[in-house]
């Protein structure tokens, strides 16, 4: 059994960002008015996520950082998919909807690949030494 | 390295506990999963997805995309296969797939050539995932003991595979642990 790691600031980034994607794919579940309700708390949720990832990116190695980077220009427009989808109705609502939750789950996969950028750099330095 | 695997169970509650095992070692950091998803082949030989998606669109695009992405795991035959299978059955039924496996692994010589050849039989399930792993221990131990069988294909083959700009498997991969309502895992 591996040792148990302490989470650090990105593990708890990829959690928000999960959330998020199964935030808004319940709400893409459900129908007219409660769907549209469940989206109008999205754009709060991307910022959070985007401001706990700007946080977090100082004490990541180079490969994490990019991928964050990446990750928080998915989650800019997952706030401005979510935005811009409360406003409209029927079909147009319905694509909105499904490109927020696309930009979500590309926000999660670059985070997830940051996460497996720092989990490979500590085993990389100890196979050099 | 980061590979696409498909993890065969015996029956549905096996593969819960296969999903549930995967995320478990990516939360003790001993692999990191990008993606998973849960196919279920009833006795009848029909193939389902567990998605959320309540839109008979959206879960045939679902099972379209997750049938291409069983055909791309058995190699590159298998994409074309498998698309072709998850249009045709998705489209009646919403969220199922072809008998992609099956098919592919006829073609003797394209199962040679890759390290993943695989068959979902009657009544069995698999977990599919997508995961970086520095070695390919964790997964086949854990999965080992739960009785599942692990087959593998690189990240980096399916996405040179021509399909893969047709199909964004990532997308039909939920980023975390799901598993729907009606799951016979909840009644443990």
Redesign the interface.
Known sequence: MPETQVKDAVDHVRAAAQELHKAISDAAAKRGGAAKADLEAVPMKAKAAIDSIKGSMATQNAAAKKHLSEAVAFLEATQKHAADGVKTTGKEFQTAVRQTIADARAAVQQVSEAVAAKRTAPATAGARK | M?NYIAVVFDDTTKAYEGLHALWQLDD???I????TTVVHRNDWGEYNVDS????PA?ATAVGVGVGALLGALAGPAGAAIGAARGAAIGAASGGAVGAVADVARADTRDESRYETAWVLGAGQSAVIADV?E?STF?VDERMRRLGGSVYRRAYGDVRDDKWFDDYPY??YL???EYVPPYSPWWAY
Not at chain 2, 32 to 35: N, R
Not at chain 2, 52 to 55: A, E, G, L, V
């Open positions: 980061r003790e950091a001993a990191t999963v990008h993606g959320k998606d309540t839109h959206l970086s520095d964790a990532d997308y939920y980023p975390y």
